[in-house]
C-alpha cells in the first residue's frame, strides 16, 4: 500500500492518494506522474521483499534537509513539474501458514497457539497427507507421535515450506531420519529437518511442547532465518541519463539510441536535453 503523506506543487500527486502494487510490479490507482511510478514501484517490491515499512522522498536534493532517518529513502529528482512529495509504502504480507499433521494432543495445543499469533493453521490428519498450496514463507510440524512419521517427513520435504518440525524425542527422530535417509532423501533435504522440533525446555507435556516448537520458529524468524516476504517479479529498469530518475524499460515512452547503446527518459524533456548533448550527459 502506498499512501501519498505530504506533497509541494507543482505536482499531480495529491495528499491522500493511495495506490496497491502487487509483487509483479503492477500499480492499481494514482499517486503521481510518470517520473515517480518508476521508483516508487521498484521501493514498493523491495519493501514486499523485506516486509519492512519504508518513507520515500521525492523531490529536488536539498528539499528534505535534515528529515531523514531509518525507513526514510531519499532520491533526488530533476524533473520539469519541479515538484516533490512523500510517500508511505506500507508492506501487506499474507500471515504464515501452519500446517500440523497429526491428531496428537500436541497437534491440537499447535493448532491453538499458532492461530492466537494470528497464523493461519490447518491440521491435516496423519492418512491422505495433503499438505495443500505452500511456500518458503510458510511451517510445517509434523505431530503424529509416530503415526506415519515419515511418510509425512517425504510429503514436507516435497514443498517448499521454510520449516519442517518433527515433535519427537531425540532416539525417536535419529531413526525417522536414517529411515528417510536411506528412502533416498539428501542430506541437503534433511538439514531442512528441525527434528526434535523446538526449544530444549526439558520434560513437558503436549501444551508446552508447542510452545517450544512456536518459540522456536518465532526465533528463526527474528533472527532472519526464515523467509518472511513474498516472492516478487522484479521488472527490469534503467537509470534517466539527464535527471536520474528510474524508468521501466517495458513501458518507456522516450528512449534514444547512441554509439550502439538506448538510453531510456522519463519524460519527453529529458529525451530532448540528452538528445542536444549526449556526450555532455554520459561524461
Not at 514486499?48 to 519504508?54: A, K, Q, S, W
Not at 528529515?67 to 531519499?74: A, F, I, K, Q
Not at 510445517?140 to 524425542?169: C, F, K, M, R, W
Not at 518472511?228 to 521488472?235: F, L, Q, S
Amino acid at each position: 500500500m502506498a499512501t501519498v503523506v505530504w506533497r509541494r506543487g507543482p505536482s499531480s500527486g495529491k495528499a491522500g492518494a493511495t495506490a496497491l502494487i502487487s509483487a509483479e510490479g503492477a500499480i492499481h490507482g494514482w499517486l503521481g506522474g510518470a517520473c515517480a511510478e518508476p521508483t516508487v514501484v521498484q521501493e514498493a517490491l523491495g519493501a514486499l521483499v523485506d516486509g519492512r515499512p519504508r518513507l520515500l522522498q521525492l523531490g529536488p536534493a536539498d528539499e528534505f534537509g535534515q528529515r531523514t532517518g531509518e525507513g526514510v529513502v531519499s532520491v533526488p529528482m530533476a524533473c520539469e513539474s519541479e515538484g516533490a512529495m512523500e510517500v508511505y509504502l506500507e508492506p501487506v504480507i499474507p500471515a504464515p501458514q501452519l500446517v500440523v499433521v497429526g491428531r496428537s494432543p500436541a497437534s491440537a495445543a499447535l493448532i491453538t497457539m499458532g492461530e492466537a499469533l494470528g497464523w493461519r493453521c490447518t491440521r491435516v490428519e496423519d492418512e491422505g497427507l495433503d499438505l495443500g498450496l505452500l511456500t518458503e514463507r510458510d511451517f510445517v510440524v509434523v505431530a503424529t507421535q509416530g503415526h506415519n512419521d515419515e511418510a509425512a517427513l517425504e510429503t514436507a520435504l516435497a514443498t517448499p515450506a521454510g520449516y519442517i518440525g518433527l515433535v519427537a524425542s531425540r532416539k525417536r527422530a535419529d531413526a525417522v531420519l536414517e529411515y528417510v535417509r536411506a528412502r533416498g532423501a539428501s542430506d541437503e533435504s534433511l538439514a531442512r529437518i528441525h527434528a526434535p522440533a523446538g526449544l530444549d525446555l526439558g520434560t513437558t507435556d503436549h501444551s508446552e511442547i508447542a510452545v517450544s516448537v512456536l518459540a522456536e520458529i518465532v526465533a528463526l524468524k527474528a533472527v532472519g532465518g526464515l523467509t518472511t516476504g513474498v516472492a516478487i517479479e522484479e521488472p527490469e529498469t534503467a537509470i534517466d541519463p539527464v535527471c536520474q530518475m528510474t524508468v521501466d524499460v517495458a513501458t518507456a515512452h522516450y528512449t534514444s539510441d547512441h554509439g550502439g547503446s538506448t538510453y531510456y527518459f522519463c519524460a519527453a524533456g529529458c529525451q530532448k536535453a540528452f538528445e542536444a548533448d549526449p556526450a555532455g550527459f554520459l561524461a
